[in-house]
């Protein structure tokens, strides 16, 4: 079975610019999280979904961030307008509660540079 | 609420020599433990889990993990490490289907 797929891999932009990044979750997984990675705030949990509806997003840094999923299979994190500090690798994750007791399965993540 | 503590940011070690990782969490109700691995340049994969039972558990490449109730800890553990183990380990606890990750360590084997 294919894992939880991310698109793209490496980004690069300008400040200012929007961003738009995209992660396919295992099907039949009804649990999605979006994570940013840091050196320096480490793995932080920006959002996430349960049944494609977005329960907590405590964890978003401000307005300029925003996270949809539309369907079972489909979500997207988008930052408009980008800055240099949103420079990071954001991971996208999935689990089953039927099934996990917490345990996710994570993408190979997207790498942003922000210039 | 509930966190996890991993004490050590980084920890060198010479190949074949063993190794332990460090971790302790709180929280005010039972929880699920876990330990992951992240290769360079990829994402967090499970290295392996502690659910119930047997507090010794067993993961993937030869790695295993003691659940340790009173007091609070969950140490990772290799008898013989290998250069191919050079990675980011995170510790992670859930109370529900949420986990919380600690903030990582670094293994470093040398030759």
């Known amino acids: 079975d294919a894992g939880v797929i991310q698109s793209p891999r490496h980004e690069v932009t300008e400040m200012g610019q929007e961003v738009t990044l995209r992660c396919k979750p295992i099907s039949g997984h009804d649990y999605l999280f979006w994570y940013r990675q840091t050196m320096m705030r480490g793995l932080e949990l920006l959002i996430y979904?349960?049944?494609?509806?977005?329960?907590?997003d405590s964890g978003m840094p401000e307005d300029r961030f925003s996270a949809k999923m539309p369907n079972a299979s489909f979500s997207t994190l988008k930052i408009q307008p980008s800055e240099p500090r949103d420079s990071a690798v954001y991971f996208c994750?999935?689990?089953?509660?039927?099934?996990?007791?917490?345990?996710?399965?994570f993408g190979e993540g997207s790498r942003l540079t922000v210039l | 609420a509930q966190s996890v503590t991993q004490l050590d940011s980084q920890v060198p070690v010479f190949e074949e020599a063993p190794v332990e990782l460090r971790c302790n969490y709180s929280s005010s109700v039972s929880v699920y433990l876990f330990w992951y691995v992240q290769y360079p340049n990829q994402g967090l994969q499970l290295l392996l889990k502690?659910?119930?039972?047997?507090?010794l558990v067993k993961g993937i490449n030869g790695f295993e993990a003691e659940f340790n109730k009173s007091q609070t800890s969950f140490h990772l553990r290799k008898p013989s490490v290998h250069i191919s183990d050079t990675a980011e380990y995170f510790c992670?606890?859930?109370?529900?289907?949420?986990?919380?990750f600690g903030r990582g360590t670094s293994l470093i084997v040398h030759p």
């Open positions: 502690y659910l119930s039972g047997s507090t």
């Open positions: 992670a606890v859930s109370a529900s289907y949420i986990p919380t």
């Open positions: 979904f349960n049944n494609n509806v977005p329960i907590d």
């Open positions: 994750a999935s689990s089953l509660k039927g099934f996990s007791t917490g345990e996710l399965f």
